[in-house]
């Protein structure tokens, strides 16, 4: 699988056990879910305001641009899956959508990040659901759409994780992802490693009380496919019309594919 490398990323060097699981599992295999799962568990009371606070904020504009991608208009009224839900951020922002009449699945395999989160859906009409990305139980092409936020780079198996939500989904649904992306340009790059592999880590550590898992976001996001690689992995999975759109120079992306009518 290509990778995209992130110039200028420092070098971390396990000092613990715990580190040496975290490096593992932001490089994929057997170890990733426990871990992604036991990490997030533990971060969930402090994950909104590391979250916002380390992002200034503009995790919720990326968002919301994410979910305009959905095309809500085609089913206004059907059921759509948050998937690697968390928080339930992109649960809430979507049922405030202008025009949105359906309801949401709000899908997380760890359970605290949705308790965490449970009160910014109250009166709306989501669900959070305990749930693995990879074996969502849901029936096959009844989905209207599904869009993941910072979710699909912790799912263990990349493709395996596609597919099964392409399994969900009702034909001419779209599926839209947001994921954190490495800068093109050196400049914005070396800036962005220095807070990502420096600030992050420190900042994050300290507040969560859970450093390794500040040391995995970035090692997680080096490791992820690049844009065009994603893209071609949607298309391989069957999506059709696939597209993406570059984030604030680069930091972010919004990939968008439909499942063929
Ligand atoms: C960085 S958080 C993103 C949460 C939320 N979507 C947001 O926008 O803030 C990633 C979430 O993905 C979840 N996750 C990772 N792998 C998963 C899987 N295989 N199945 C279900 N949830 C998963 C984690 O538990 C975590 O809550």
Redesign the pocket.
């Known amino acids: 699988m290509p990778l995209h490398p992130a110039p200028g990323n420092f070098t971390m060097m396990a000092r613990t056990k715990e580190e040496s699981r975290a490096i593992r599992a932001a490089e994929g295999g057997a170890e990733k ?1 426990e871990y ?2 036991r990490a ?2 533990e971060i ?1 009371p402090r ?2 305001l590391l ?1 916002h606070l380390l992002s200034l904020n503009i ?1 919720r504009i990326w ?1 919301r641009k994410a979910i305009r991608q959905l095309g809500l208009s085609r089913n206004p009224g059907g059921y759509y899956v ?9 649960s809430a922002a979507l049922a405030a959508t202008a025009g949105f009449r359906g309801s949401i699945i709000g ?4 359970e605290p ?2 308790r965490a989160g449970r009160e910014k859906i109250l009166g709306v009409k989501a669900a959070p659901v305990v ?4 074996a969502l139980p849901l029936r096959s092409n009844t989905s209207a759409g599904a869009i ?4 699909i ?4 198996d990349l493709d395996a ?1 596609i597919a099964e939500i392409h399994r969900v989904l009702e034909p001419g649904a779209r599926f839209v992802i ?1 994921e954190f992306s490495t800068p093109r340009s050196p400049l914005i790059n070396a800036g962005y490693q220095l807070y990502f592999n420096r600030v992050l880590p420190a900042v994050g550590g300290l507040i969560s009380g859970h450093r390794t898992a500040y040391q995995y ?1 970035p090692r997680s996001v080096a490791n992820f496919p690049s844009e065009e690689e994603l893209a071609s992995r949607l298309t391989a999975a069957g999506f059709t019309s696939v597209s993406w759109k570059s984030l604030s120079f680069g930091i972010a992306a919004i990939h968008m594919g439909v499942k063929r009518a």
């Open positions: 879910s992604v799962k997030f568990s969930a994950y909104d979250n995790d968002r948050d998937l690697c839900a968390g928080t339930l951020d992109v899908a997380d395999f760890a990040m949705l749930a693995d990305a990879l993941v936020a910072f979710g780079r912790n799912v263990a994780g947001l976001l």
